[in-house]
């Protein structure tokens, strides 16, 4: 079974920066695509970024183009969301997720697995 672990998130004041990691438990890790999702309260959960891990494609959503980067470490199975320019509409509980299908992008059943989530709090 594959499991995710988040980590990195925590309190920044709005213009920071913060680095998540999701760590991946998987035979073949370059055999999936790796999602960063969020939640706020009272929102539904959105897609944010996600990477193909056999050909390095990347997606975001328009909401962090620009300002969010995902990428990854294949020797350590790990993919990263480097988030700079942070706003308080970034605040949320993040998740990231595998989908071991050649789908990329935002639709969340096609992700198999999903980490615990690491919460990030932007302050105005």
């Known amino acids: 079974e594959v499991q995710l672990v988040e980590s990195g998130g925590g309190l920044v004041q709005a213009g920071g920066s913060l680095r998540l990691s999701c760590a991946a438990s998987v035979f073949t890790f370059d055999d999936y695509a790796i999602g960063w999702f969020r939640q706020a309260p009272g929102k539904e959960r959105e897609g944010v970024s996600c990477?193909?891990?056999?050909?390095?494609?990347?997606y975001y959503a328009d909401s962090v183009n620009g300002r969010f980067t995902i990428s990854s470490d294949n020797a350590k199975k790990t993919v990263y969301l480097q988030m700079n320019s942070l706003k308080p509409e970034d605040t949320a509980v993040y998740y990231c997720?595998?989908?071991?299908?050649?789908?990329?992008?935002?639709?969340?059943?096609?992700?198999?697995?999903w980490g615990q989530g690491t919460q990030v709090t932007v302050s105005s």
């Open positions: 990477v193909s891990i056999s050909d390095n494609s990347t």
């Open positions: 997720a595998a989908d071991s299908s050649t789908y990329l992008g935002f639709a969340p059943h096609y992700y198999e697995y």
